[in-house]
């Protein structure tokens, strides 16, 4: 597989501002490349640390064009993995973000062991 197969639940843009924040542990240890595409992420983070390009119906109203961060096509070259290693792991913590906001669980990230 190439392409993160995406459920479209919203959730990763739900809590974007708490990844973004200095003091979050995913923040702290993140690559440089990784650090510096956050500092210039180009969209305000809502109060409730939500993006703010994130549509009432869970959708990305920039997502044609947005920011190489929010892009799964290139998060693997920046983190230096697989794609298949990238897709294993994005799965398990999409999965925690789902469970954790209670959502339906159509939207748990499924992910052959074949990957």
Do not use: W
Request: aromatic share 8%; net charge negative; hydrophobic share 30%.
């Amino acid at each position: 597989m190439t392409d993160f197969p995406c459920t479209s639940c919203g959730q990763c843009c739900r809590v974007i501002g708490e990844y973004f924040d200095h003091s979050h542990s995913n923040y702290k240890s993140a690559s440089l490349a990784v650090k510096t595409l956050i500092d210039s992420f180009p969209y305000d983070i809502n109060p409730d640390n939500s993006c703010s390009m994130l549509s009432e119906d869970g959708l990305c109203t920039v997502y044609e064009n947005r920011p190489i961060i929010c892009n799964t096509k290139f998060a693997p070259q920046l983190n230096h993995m697989s794609q298949s290693q990238f897709n294993q792991l994005m799965a398990q913590h999409c999965n925690i973000l789902i469970n954790a906001a209670n959502l339906d669980p159509k939207y748990l990230v499924q992910i052959s062991e074949a990957e």
